[in-house]
């Protein structure tokens, strides 16, 4: 049984021994890519430089959005500060004329409360003597065209507060809209900014090699 074994590996020593692979000939060929190791580095490097210049470019792109968003932010705070002044502004000054007008209404009463005791004591004319037209009659004469004086001048004043009121009121809208339509023009421009921007990084990176072209300067 030994023997057989022996005879076996043996046996199997020698078909390795006549199977074994004989020499590789090939025919020699220049290796690798059709460019230089030294136009390899160098293409290596200039795709380094625009990977670089494109995160600088990225970075700086960064910065600006931010710092727009900041002042944006700036101009609308203080718009509203504005906002909140000019409303208080109209506030104090519709107060101080509601102020006013309960100030004049209350000399009115008292001047015409005034004029009444004055009328209730003169005499009560009778037809002769409103005919004759007495030194009473011309006293009470006086007095209600004094009243109807005042009554006028105060419905004059009245209406003229009413009328400045309404000027302020109409010439704060305006303000308003004006701010509005300006707040509204600086977001489309810092958009239409962006989106620029944004093309442009986009046609950067679908032609690489467009700032390295002659006349870049870097």
Known sequence: TCSVAKKELDDLEQWKEDHRPGPIKL??????????EAQARQKQQM?????????KHKREEY???????????IL??????REK??????????????????????????TNELLNRLDLGLPKSDSCQIANRGPESTAWTRSHTYKQA???DENRRLEEMKQEQWRKAELMEFKQKQEEEARTRAHQNEQRRVNNAFLD?????????????PGYSG
């Open 150 to 152: 005042l009554q006028e």
């Open 47 to 55: 795709m380094l430089m625009q990977s670089k210049y494109q995160q």
């Open 63 to 73: 910065v600006k959005a931010k710092k727009a968003a900041e002042e944006a932010e």
């Open 201 to 213: 990084r986009l046609q950067n990176k679908t032609q690489p090699n467009s700032i390295y072209q």
């Open 85 to 110: 002044a000019e409303r208080l502004e109209v506030k104090k000054r519709q107060q101080e004329m509601q102020r006013r007008e309960m100030f004049l209404e209350d000399q009115y009463y008292k």
């Open 27 to 36: 025919v020699p060929q220049r290796l690798g890519g059709k460019e230089s």
């Open 76 to 81: 609308k705070k203080k718009a509203i500060q």
